[in-house]
């Protein structure tokens, strides 16, 4: 049997084992807890995605603003179909159908010359006061030219419209309702500018020109009450 002494001696033994067991067991946690931090510590730090940004919406197609249509210019017209077809004659240089527009008139000649826009001169054969077709012409000085004298080849160049006047109380010659004024299309070897001098269908007179440009045989003429304005 033990004595108190021994059983004392041997139990503290015993448990100063046990002590060191246990604090073994305590520094092998602790060992392998440090170990689990190291091993956190030395693992990269993980980064967050940067929030992906949101795709704008595509830009739609910058459009192109369309030009605003200018509107055509109406014609210019007088009003009147019959003097408008023979001014759309006259800007085309179609000389037979002005050829065809003329309108004659029966005038007693002479036999005797009386000067400038005098009735037309007789011819051989044709006594004195014998009427005649005629219509009042001018270039530069009035004159009556009979069909067979009339070179409308001299319009055929076409050429452009300028204006459009009533005649005034002055005495224009040659003499008429209408005086249609054109700008020539070619003015290299002829007048720059000539006139048509219409009734309301007819054409009763033409001017040829006179070295003169548009306005300024409008001025020559005192022509004043436009009915087709000169173009701006």
């Known amino acids: 049997m033990l004595t108190d002494m021994e059983y004392t001696r041997r139990t503290g033994r015993r448990t100063a084992r046990a002590l060191r067991g246990a604090l073994a067991a305590v520094l092998l946690l602790a060992g392998a807890a440090a170990a689990a931090c190291a091993s ?9 995605a940067p929030a992906a940004t949101p795709t704008s919406a595509a830009a739609a197609p910058e459009q192109t603003p369309t030009p605003a249509t200018t509107p055509t210019s109406a014609p210019r017209s007088t009003g009147i179909a019959a003097l ?5 004659a006259a800007e085309r240089g179609d000389a037979a159908a002005m050829q065809a527009a003329i309108q004659y008139t029966a005038t007693a000649c002479i036999a005797t010359p009386q000067g400038i826009g005098a009735p037309p001169f007789c011819r051989a054969g044709e006594p004195e006061g014998t009427k005649v077709d005629v219509i009042p012409l001018a270039q530069c000085e009035g004159f009556f030219g009979r069909p067979d004298e009339l070179q409308m080849d001299t319009l055929a160049g076409g050429a452009t419209l300028y204006a459009v006047y009533r005649a005034s109380a002055a005495q224009q010659f040659p003499p008429g309702k209408y005086w249609a004024i054109f700008a020539r299309s070619d ?3 002829r007048p720059p500018a000539f006139a048509i001098v219409m009734n309301d269908d007819r054409i009763v007179g033409i001017h040829f020109g006179c070295d003169m440009k548009p306005a300024q045989m409008v001025e020559f003429e005192r022509l004043t009450d436009a009915v087709v304005s000169p173009a701006p």
């Open 40 to 48: 956190t510590a030395e693992s990269p730090e993980h980064t967050a």
């Open 187 to 189: 003015a290299s070897s």
């Open 84 to 88: 408008d077809a023979i001014i759309a």
